[in-house]
């Protein structure tokens, strides 16, 4: 119960952050909230670019299962970096010629994410409901009598997984507003480095960034492979490298006087 109740918070929790960084800083800084709308538009049709490609790629190189998990963990890295940040390159380049300064790259790098955040923690907040009553329901089997064989098995590989997250620490169920704000901090500051670029017009910056995303994203797969390696250790390096990235090359930015 107390997991199930935390996930809500959790949820909510997640929902407000960007909700809040939007309104506090596009009223600070007198930005136009549109900003923050169209990036994370772009942003999840190059997310789920990303996620087909990655999806596919077990099916394109059927050898692709046998490799090592850090074998896997860079390809993914890489696929998922490459799609991202050169997605944000392009919509940036081609989409919105205008954002070329720090606080309005501050922004649309909120978005980019932060419009997905902000759908899924709706999602998350309503889903704890579906996922307490799949966790305290006793006979699948009877409580959803018209399910085939193939659909029983998927609820009851669900329902313990669920069961199985309840058991386990109670903080677990603020993973996901970690990951959040991992990827605003982290998305806010390449969004940093590939304006940076673009007002040097050099593309070294956002292979630089294309890099960057790549690490962390193969980061994050390994540690979900491996039981050695908790994910709530790279979402927190992840808000570490993030805030770093903002700081840094918001002063290079500014040395600029952009």
Excluded at 31 to 52: C, H, P, Q, Y
Aim: aromatic letters at 12%.
């Amino acid at each position: 119960m107390l997991f199930f109740g935390l996930s809500f918070v959790a949820a909510l929790l997640t929902l407000i952050i960007p909700v809040w960084m939007l309104r506090f800083f596009s009223g600070k800084w007198q930005l136009d909230r549109k900003i923050f709308w169209r990036s994370g538009m772009a942003g999840i049709v190059v997310s789920l670019l990303t996620f087909g490609v990655s999806l596919n790629i077990d099916g394109a190189f059927p050898a692709f299962d046998k490799f090592p998990v850090i074998v896997q963990a860079l390809i993914l890295g890489f696929t998922s970096g490459l799609f991202m940040e050169l997605g944000k390159f392009l919509v940036l380049d081609r989409m919105m010629p205008a954002i070329r300064k720090r606080k309005n790259g501050l922004l649309f790098g909120m978005g980019w994410s932060g419009v997905a955040i902000i759908l899924m923690s709706i999602v998350l907040a309503f889903g704890v409901f579906g996922m307490q009553d799949l966790a305290n329901t006793k006979d699948l089997a009877s409580a959803v009598p018209n399910a085939n064989s193939e659909q029983l098995n998927f609820l009851q590989e669900s329902q313990k997984q669920i069961q199985e997250l309840a058991a386990g620490s109670p903080l677990k169920a603020f993973t996901p507003l970690l990951e959040s704000a991992a990827t605003l901090l982290v998305d806010m500051g390449l969004t940093l480095l590939i304006i940076l670029g673009l007002n040097k017009k050099q593309t070294r910056h956002t292979w630089l960034a294309v890099g960057v995303r790549a690490i962390l994203s193969a980061g994050v797969f390994y540690a979900s492979q491996v039981d050695s390696m908790p994910v709530e250790i790279i979402f927190a390096i992840w808000v570490l490298i993030g805030a770093f990235l903002i700081f840094y090359f918001q002063k290079r930015l500014q040395a600029m006087k952009v």
